[in-house]
């Protein structure tokens, strides 16, 4: 297998009771030559704004749960579908934040 895309965004930002937060999506994408799959995994997280607490991300409910794709493309295809599913999954964790499922 090799690596298609890993990629990050920060989609937004709210506050915790520790202080200002960013909102992570994350993808870490493989293809499988000798099956033609792209294997994607779908991740969404919090890291703090302050320095001193930056390298400890913060799990929240109200996030998206962590999502795993396995789809059958060509191997000429399997970056642009793993960036396709990487937007949508982005999109979804900024509507978590957006639609006020953050209590805070």
């Known amino acids: 297998m090799r690596r298609a895309l ?3 965004e920060v989609v937004g930002e709210t ?7 960013e909102v992570f999506a994350t993808v870490d994408a493989e293809y499988d030559e000798a099956n ?3 294997e994607a995994s779908f991740d969404a997280f919090l890291c703090p704004k302050d320095i ?5 991300p913060v799990s929240a409910s109200w996030l ?5 794709i396995r789809e059958r493309v060509g ?7 793993a960036r396709s599913m990487f937007h949508r999954w982005a999109a979804k964790v900024r ?4 639609t006020g499922a953050n209590p805070n």
């Open 36 to 38: 033609s799959r792209l």
């Open 6 to 8: 890993h990629s990050e």
């Open 75 to 81: 191997e000429e295809e399997a970056v642009e579908a």
């Open 64 to 68: 998206p749960r962590p999502e795993k």
């Open 95 to 98: 509507k978590a934040v957006e």
């Open 15 to 21: 506050r915790t009771e520790s202080g200002p937060c």
């Open 52 to 56: 001193v607490e930056r390298l400890k």
